[in-house]
Nanobody, 118 residues
């Protein structure tokens, strides 16, 4: 039973950076894609970035050029480097394994809070 634990969030000023980590308690087959999601208060969860097992990436338009998703299959860990953070990036960030149709395959964890504020 694979579990994912997000970490790295915190309070940062606009324009700052954070690096989120998603550590799996078990092995994740590298053929599966990984995704970072976020949910802001009063809003639905949205996909922020995804990376395939082969390393192809895709991003929400609003974060393109600012966020970078990566993965280390040997460490069963995914990352989200977030630069030039904006207040609208404030949300709880989650990671998950993505099925071929894009659906999350595992239950949602606690996520990690990212707050961008002056």
């Amino acid at each position: 039973q694979v579990q994912l634990v997000e970490s790295g969030g915190g309070l940062v000023q606009p324009g700052g950076s954070l690096r989120l980590s998603c550590a799996a308690s078990g092995s994740i087959n590298s053929v599966y894609a990984m995704g970072w999601y976020r949910q802001a208060p009063g809003k639905q969860r949205e996909l922020v970035a995804a990376i395939t097992g082969g390393g192809r990436t895709d991003y929400l338009d609003s974060v393109k050029g600012r966020f970078t998703i990566s993965r280390d299959n040997a460490k069963n860990t995914a990352y989200l480097q977030m630069n030039t953070l904006k207040p609208e990036d404030t949300a709880v960030y989650y990671c998950n394994v993505r099925a071929i149709n894009g659906a999350p395959m595992l239950g949602w964890g606690q996520g990690t809070q990212v707050t961008v504020s002056s």
